[in-house]
């Protein structure tokens, strides 16, 4: 998730997504318009006798609005600092902290496999709203009632803040419960296996809120379409993961002796000529038997029909490339596919040598054999074909 940075705390950035820049004046309004009934609220709860009618005079419950809602943001902000700094103090690699739609984010470099660790850094930011909760009771009840605005902020932060822990227990990734529990499954079971677990009692509780929104608020709705995605993104990224445990980019590429090159000089017209006879729709480009490039059917098929005779494959192919070396783990290069948006990523050794190409097929394919049980040694001799999407 992108978003505006504003700042940097213990190196961790804080950033803004667009969402939360429409979500934040939406509370503040949202408090301001119901300034009465929560008064009635935080004095049912605290046995307090705030009189509503002096905060509701002119611009008073504007102000107190967008304090409230910054006060609740903030919150949201120190609770993902709370996940963060006991993250780091493990050694774990924070990105950043974003606030969106929905509250906060902090996204991990990598996520704990080690469900101690996992436990204490999904409990920690929980634990820090509990103590802001108590905070702001302390700060409403210590404070004289010529303060009455002052008061209705804390009383409010107060409810907020516990209301925000409770929540974040539920039982649905993305959310701190959802990690808990994958946690407590993984003390005695693959971290793969606990993840699915989790993720199957998520999906089933983002089903339940979605039915209970149906009747009350339509935001739970997209809440929990949200956890369901986030539920399934997270079950199915573990399973690849750990399928590609110890499997390395030469187990999975497809090698020299199977792989089709074409020269930089090849004619449009003979590539596709080629890609039909072949079904290959991205080949590395070769000069002098070194690697300059990769033209894949989407190049080939930019050029127009006219033209493919005199346009070769120099003109067309992209030279930015993104390789990979042999050793490298599979999972690593499945990551750098996604990342650059791309199908296949030629293999180079530390000579520099094209030494075999790996695609999202190939990876695919790899993933089918692993998940029905084959060995990984029978990786890496194509059925199909190399070089393929
Ligand atoms: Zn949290």
Redo the contacts with the bound molecule.
């Keep these: 998730m992108r978003g505006l940075r504003i700042g940097s705390a213990f190196g961790i950035p804080v950033r803004l997504n667009w969402t939360f820049l429409i979500v934040l004046p939406l509370f503040a309004v949202f408090i301001a318009w119901d300034i009465a009934e929560l008064v009635v609220v935080i004095n049912q709860t605290f046995g307090a006798t705030m009189n509503p009618n002096q905060l509701t005079d002119g611009t008073l419950p504007w102000v107190l609005g967008l304090a409230s809602a910054l006060g609740l943001f903030g919150g949201v902000l120190l ?1 993902e600092f709370g ?1 963060s700094l006991v993250a780091l103090r493990y050694g774990y690699e924070i990105d950043s902290i974003t606030l969106w739609l929905l509250g906060g984010v902090a996204s991990f470099t990598e996520f704990p496999e080690d469900w101690r660790h996992e436990l204490v850094i999904a409990i920690a ?2 634990i820090v709203s509990v103590l802001l909760g108590v905070g702001s009771y302390v700060a409403f009840t210590s404070l004289p009632s010529s303060v009455d605005a002052a008061r209705f902020v804390f009383g409010y932060l107060a409810i907020l803040n516990i209301v925000l822990a409770a929540f ?1 227990l539920l039982p649905g990734f993305p959310m ?1 419960g959802g990690r808990i529990l994958r946690a407590l499954l993984a003390r005695n079971q693959p971290h793969a296996k606990a993840t699915q677990q989790a993720a199957a009692v998520g999906k089933v509780f983002a089903f339940g809120l979605g039915l209970f929104g149906l009747f009350t608020n339509l935001f739970l709705i997209v809440l929990a379409f949200f956890i369901y995605i986030a539920a399934s993104g997270e079950a199915q990224q573990t399973t690849i993961k750990a399928a590609f445990e110890d499997i390395t980019v030469s187990d999975v590429m497809t090698s020299e002796e199977n792989l089709k090159t074409v020269s930089e000089e090849t004619t449009i017209s003979d590539l596709l000529a080629r890609m039909f006879t072949e079904r290959h729709i991205g080949y590395p480009v070769l000069r002098n038997g070194n690697l300059v490039g990769i033209v894949t059917l989407d190049d080939a098929g930019a050029v127009e029909e006219a033209e493919r005779d005199a346009y070769r494959v120099e003109d067309v192919m992209s030279t930015d490339l993104h390789t990979i070396t042999p050793d490298a783990d599979a999972m690593t290069a499945f990551q750098q596919m996604q990342q650059n948006d791309v199908g296949r990523l030629p293999v180079v050794n530390e000579a520099g040598d094209l030494v075999g190409i790996i695609s999202r097929t190939d990876m695919m394919r790899a993933f089918n054999v692993i998940q029905s049980g084959g060995p990984p040694q029978t990786l890496g001799q194509p059925t199909s074909g190399p070089g393929l999407q």
């Design positions: 609770h996940h930011g929980p974040n701190d």
